[in-house]
């Protein structure tokens, strides 16, 4: 079958497609005949040699699929041959043929293509876990989303949206804030002409951010303290800005605040699994009911892997990246 190889660590012209093994459904696992893959930042990182896959998965690229189900191996239950559906992968997305963990398959949402499918379980379990399950945002609280135009953050704005809670953004552009405030979002700020730190408190009357969901990391991280309210929650889920800065300890004690890491490709597997039947049971309605849609920007062909991961790092995209088969 063909995949997307990453000869070495380097700029998107290292993933080289070719003739890869065909991956066979062990216990607790089915194969999917990929139809479309998302194209994420921690592709990016795996591709540059930062990010390598946990023990035991693909070495290919690609952490979402969608497409159909080619074979079921045993103990599975729930699911058959033929079956369309998407999925959160461990590695090895880029590819026509991706071995999927049972527990961690979704079925494609009604009114949503099976394409589109495959932009949804990263941002979802992504946003679900981080925000809701680790942060507990409540309704009425205020939420601040870091690139609200990116996958992650178009997804953010909706489900916080649906769940009752203010949202601030940062973006670039005024085209990238149109879009976030179509999907909900009602502070916005351009971070290239403002200051987030005091665009939110002005909007908040002081109050700050209840949670902060980040991309950047280091670059971000003492504006981040600022803006949180009292007993607010700083989420970091990447390092685009770097991974060592300052934290002001004495900020945080004052405002009883807290900054959580986490990482969602190397968790183990009983809670991915339990992620991934959260977000079916919390997030799959809201998506079937309209409340919340995938934004997908566009498509590439998996022989254009590497055009997809030029576009994703020029960062003009709005919403997700998808290859297809």
Known sequence: MRGVSITEPGDADVLQVGEVDAPTAGPGQVVVEMVAAGVNRADVMQRLGHYPPPKGASPLPGLEVSGTIREVGPDVTGWSVGDEVCALVDGGGYAEQVLVPAAQLLPVPQG?????????????????????????LQPGETFLVHGGSSGIGTMAIQLATAAGARVAVTAGSRAKLDVCRDLGAEVLVNYKEADFVEEVRTATDGHGADVVLDLMGAKYLPRNVDVLATSGRLVVIGLMGGR????????LLSKRAAVIATSLRARPAAEKAAIVAAVREHVWPLIEDGAVRPIVQGTHPLAAAADAHRELEASGHIGKILLTA
């Open 244 to 251: 060592t800065g300052e934290l002001d300890l004495g900020k």
């Open 112 to 136: 949503v293509s099976l394409v589109e499918a495959a932009g949804l379980p990263e941002v979802a379990c992504t946003v679900w876990s981080n925000v809701f399950m680790t942060a507990n």
